[in-house]
């Protein structure tokens, strides 16, 4: 069992932290930092504190499995289309245009 000595960022008590009990998250492109997320024994309440490089490198080589996160992605559907933005000038136009729309029918 694997376990960490450090200091809770809520009620800055001395605390153990067992690594069967807590998330060591990273990021999915290399970097020497993580965050560890447990559960304070002291005062009960979720923390997360960030790991450095000699820290996270030594739990890794003990074999703590860290879960990897990527940065979100916007669908393809959800992306900017392509193309200069749209202007005033734009909305002008497209509200004129629709001045001589009469009548419109339904989609089917």
Do not use: K
Request: net charge negative; charged share 25%.
């Amino acid at each position: 069992m694997i376990d960490i000595l450090m200091i809770c960022p809520r009620c800055d008590g001395e605390i153990t932290v067992l690594m069967d009990r807590a998330v060591l998250r990273v990021d999915v492109e290399p970097r020497a930092r993580g965050e560890l997320l447990y559960r304070c024994p002291a005062c009960g309440h979720p923390s997360v504190s960030p790991i450095g490089g000699d820290l996270l490198a030594q739990l890794l080589l003990v074999g703590v499995r860290p879960v990897a996160l990527a940065e979100p992605r916007l669908d393809r559907d959800d992306l900017a289309p392509a193309g200069a933005p749209f202007t005033i000038e734009d909305m002008l136009s497209w509200h004129e245009q629709l001045d001589a729309v009469d009548t419109v029918a339904p989609w089917e």
